[in-house]
């Protein structure tokens, strides 16, 4: 079992970069960390992950060239940045964790974050 705690996020201004942290509790190194983001309505939409050793990521096409996923086992931590950030950003971010290291739909993923409001301001 894991629990994830994330931090970071608010308001940021068009052009800013994001940093999310996901620290964790528990059998931290034995799971693939994803992230994800959703908007009022909308089901969760994966934004990429990394899997349980830290050396493999696994990115969405449609942010892929403005994203990067790390984790650091010893401290039990996992770290989003998004660069270039648009008004379109605006969601609830999450880290979640799953087993498989392709697992892409948040279904797949077992334990999830409180969650965090990003609002991006053109």
């Known amino acids: 079992q894991v629990q994830l705690v994330q931090s970071g996020g608010g308001l940021v201004e068009a052009g800013d970069s994001l940093s999310l942290s996901c620290g964790a509790s528990?059998?931290?190194?034995?799971?693939?960390i994803g992230w994800f983001r959703q908007t009022p309505g909308n089901k969760h939409v994966f934004l990429g992950a990394?899997?349980?050793?830290?050396?493999?990521?696994n990115y969405a096409a449609f942010v892929r060239d403005r994203i990067a996923i790390s984790r650091d086992n010893t401290k039990n931590a996992a770290w989003m940045q998004m660069n270039t950030l648009k008004p379109e950003d605006t969601a609830v971010y999450y880290c979640?964790?799953?087993?498989?290291?392709?697992?892409?739909?948040?279904?797949?993923?077992?334990?999830w974050s409180q969650g965090t409001q990003v609002t991006v301001s053109s």
């Open positions: 979640a964790a799953a087993w498989d290291a392709k697992a892409k739909q948040d279904h797949e993923y077992i334990y």
């Open positions: 990394i899997n349980w050793r830290g050396d493999n990521t």
């Open positions: 528990g059998r931290f190194s034995d799971y693939t």
